[in-house]
């Protein structure tokens, strides 16, 4: 049963009305008092309650009776409505504890979709905290489709395991981590596993639109809309219609175009540019940011509304270090899948290579581990990944001389790259000509014919 508390009869009439178009059965009253006498009866799935009843209280009879809802029941997920102009009254109801909030005025889309959502949410336990007993990846791989995503340590499962529970809703998701974290994955599995799966999928990269180019971009242009709009043109939500929106860099996202935003998570409504007619999307929403929100918050670089708009649920991303278990079996999946990509067999990387592997701190995470085995496919020869051959790596990867000798186009000829190249081998490996003609791919022969040409002299490097 769905509890309305609200002391307008009007409203009460409306919701009841509506939630019996939609079988849910539901009982209207119209205090704080017989709100929670009626939920100390039983039976209530949801609240949905005003800030304000009876008196004008600027919202502080609500926020008591969310308290006390909260308190006595915790798992009963409660919906606020509160007026546009006073948001911060929702954001003080989210801190404490509110499922969910609408503005008014409402639609009954938005009232329907809050309450199947903060529904389902607590069906699937994705609200109830995380899970004490590490969830088992063969379990979830049943369930789920989450075959892009190497996850085996403890802390990866947990993220995975809220994945799965939040998939099949239409909760708003912001999915925050360092950068390389696999946060895009992690919102394409979010997709993949609703069911949206095969409607769109909208990626829009928020850093790269600039407040004057955001709403044509993200609502669409009519023809004539402005100076330069030759062609009408369908916005990002659009295009997104029955799938999902990924708003990605969500954090740099100017604060003028943040308002916008915040319209269209609100009512589900846009007008495109040139026209004043409203339009009606049905879109998911995932977010994802590799900054802070709550401290870009404080320093007013982010609306704390907008922000409790994308976040209904937030999934952190741990960095690469805080899941050295996943490293190995990542180092498998990259290395077979360069292995297939330039049809050899896949390197086998020796037990102490492994380990350098796994302790690293991998600032880049993810990414940069996969961009540090693809370097090592392409420029190891043998069968194995030895230890001398990452080090080699790192040291190219960090060292000024050879950023200098890899360098940007026209600005060093082939013979001056390869000659940078034979040196710092030669210096790497102590002046071991027979390791570094292997690391190059060379025969002896053909990399003394080459130092010769270069002057080079493996003592001297
Ligand atoms: N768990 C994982 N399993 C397999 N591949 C992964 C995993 N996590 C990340 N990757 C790979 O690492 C790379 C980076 O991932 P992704 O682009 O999702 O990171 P991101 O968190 O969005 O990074 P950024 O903040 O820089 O945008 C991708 O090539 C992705 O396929
Ligand atoms: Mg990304």
Known sequence: MILIVDDDHSVLASMELLFKQHGRPSRGVRSAEEALTALEAGGCDLVIQDMNFSRETNGEEGLALLKRIRQRHPLLPVILITAWGNISLAVAGMKAGAADFITKPWSNAQITQAVETALRLVESGARGGPPNAVPDRAALDRQFDFSMITGEDPAMLRVLDLVGRVAPTNASVLISGESGTGKELIAEALHRNSPRRNQPF??????????????????????GAFTDAHHARQGRFELAHGGTIFLDEIGDLELGSQVKLLRILQ?????????????????????????????????????????????????????????????????????????????????RPTDSALRWLAERDWPGNVRQLEQTLERAVLVVRGECLNLDDLRLLAELETRPTVERSLPSPGSMTLDEMERAMITTCLAHYHGNVTRVAEVLGLSRGALYRRMERYGLHPAAS
């Open 202 to 223: 909208v990626k829009v990269n928020l850093g790269g639109i600039s407040s004057s180019l955001f709403e044509s971009e993200m609502f669409g242009h009519v023809k």
């Open 267 to 347: 009512d589900r409504t846009f007008e495109v540019l040139g026209s004043s007619d409203a339009r009606a999307v049905d879109v998911r929403v995932i977010s994802a940011t590799n900054r802070d929100l709550t401290r870009l918050v404080d320093s007013g670089g982010f609306r704390e509304d907008l922000l409790y708009r994308l976040n209904l649920i937030s999934v952190r991303l741990p960095s690469l270090r805080e899941r050295r278990g996943d490293i190995p079996p990542l180092v498998g999946r990259f290395l077979q899948r360069c292995a297939h990509r330039y049809g050899r067999e896949p390197l």
